[in-house]
């Protein structure tokens, strides 16, 4: 049962996730995601256009540059997997609208770039591969499309008619890609304001969340959905996310200090509050401050999932790899740590029900203190 508040109403999905696609989920104990697209490119953050107000058509002229020449997807995962990872989760599309994945909705992808190449059929291919569970993040909120809110946060021009392309863009990945472990949404906060001009654009009530998770568990039944929205998991959805905290903190202002009855999982990244490869950037996470944070989410019985930045050439930063091979294989022992070549057909059926230490643990609110750098 997903337990009530405020925001319950958002979503009435009839829904969820199989026993078998929770069960993945609780043994894939350490997952890796990366943060990848236009904003690669020159090493900005992933909020570039946002934070500097570029324009849409000045922005969507960096298609013409997307050509990660150095990228292997193979290379990616076979990485990962050493490090001791069973899941990955990478941007199918962030906030900028820029697509990963070919899409017969949009020619802002990856496939009409210079590269002309679906990095999500590729990464997809190879997570099959090697059996890595495979978890796709999509932005809700599109600076690109010309239906949504732009940069500037004005009220959208036909909310309804951008839904109906984001639910079918959602349709492609789930009939395109093969098994999706889960996915991830991001870009409904409502809390929180994102950044200080942002109008209430994200109306509580709008978005069609019943109807997305419904259409993802109609397609992809064992798909782990959650939604970074920093609330309590509502209807359809079957884990919940913290973005650079431990489950039931906040230290970052915007997490939620309460912890539901569905799994848990604990976001973390390479540096400060980084999401996507910046050169410049020194201020690195040590091995032992990210084990300590393993450490603690493995007592709770929490996933984990690593950002990395791929460079803007499609390799992976050494800096990051480093780190990675250090903790990656101090997560992974003990007896239950890797759930390694999992198959579906061989897990045993259970109830879907997670608690953690019984009740719903709340602490104090923190005041917010957003800022875009620390949000995905």
């Keep these: 049962m997903n337990q009530q508040h405020q925001w319950s109403n958002a979503s009435q999905a009839r829904l969820q996730a199989t026993p078998a696609g929770v069960e993945r989920f ?34 969507a002229r960096q298609l013409g540059r997307f050509n990660p020449h150095q990228f ?28 990963l994945f070919d899409s017969e909705l949009t ?15 590729e990464l997809a291919e190879a997570c099959h591969r090697r059996k890595v569970a495979l978890h796709l993040y999509y932005s809700l909120i599109d600076w690109h499309h010309p239906q949504m809110s732009s940069v500037h946060f004005e009220p959208a021009a036909d909310f309804a008619a951008y839904c109906q392309y984001m639910l079918g863009q959602i349709e ?15 870009g ?20 069609p969340l019943t109807d997305l998770y419904d259409l993802i568990h109609t397609l992809q039944p064992q798909a782990m959905i959650t939604n970074n929205h ?25 997490n939620c200090t309460q912890i539901g009855q569905k799994p848990l999982m604990a976001w973390m990244t390479a540096t400060a509050n980084g999401w996507s490869w910046q ?16 450490e603690a989410c493995r007592r709770m019985g929490a996933t984990i999932f690593q950002n990395l930045g791929p460079m803007g050439d499609g390799k992976l930063n050494p800096v990051e790899v480093a780190l990675l091979r250090e903790v990656g294989p101090m997560l992974c022992t003990g007896p239950d740590a890797v759930a390694e070549g999992i198959e579906g057909s061989e897990l045993a ?28």
């Design 26 to 59: 609780r043994k894939d104990r350490l997952g890796v995601s990366v943060h990848f697209g236009l904003y690669s490119i020159d090493g900005q953050k992933e909020w570039h256009q946002c934070l500097e107000k570029i324009p849409r058509d000045v922005y």
């Design 72 to 99: 292997n997807a193979q290379e990616w995962i076979d990485e990962f997997v050493e490090a001791g990872a069973t899941a990955f989760m990478v941007t199918t599309k962030h906030h900028d609208g820029f697509c």
């Design 107 to 121: 020619d802002f992808t990856s496939t009409h770039a210079p590269f002309r190449r679906d990095l999500i059929a």
């Design 172 to 186: 492609e990945l789930c009939r395109n890609y093969g098994s999706i472990a889960g996915f991830l949404f991001d």
């Design 188 to 207: 409904w906060w409502p809390k929180a304001k994102a950044t200080i001009d942002q109008d209430d654009i994200a109306r509580q009530n709008d978005w």
């Design 230 to 254: 920093h609330v309590l998991p509502l209807a359809g959805e079957d884990y919940q996310v913290w973005e650079i905290d431990l489950p039931g903190e906040n230290t970052q202002g915007f």
């Design 279 to 294: 050169p410049e950037r020194t201020d690195y996470r040590s091995a032992i401050e990210i084990k300590r944070y393993f």
């Design 349 to 376: 059926a259970i109830e879907d029900t997670h608690s953690l230490q019984g009740k719903p643990r709340r602490a104090a609110r923190q005041p917010l203190a957003f800022e875009p750098e620390g949000i995905s």
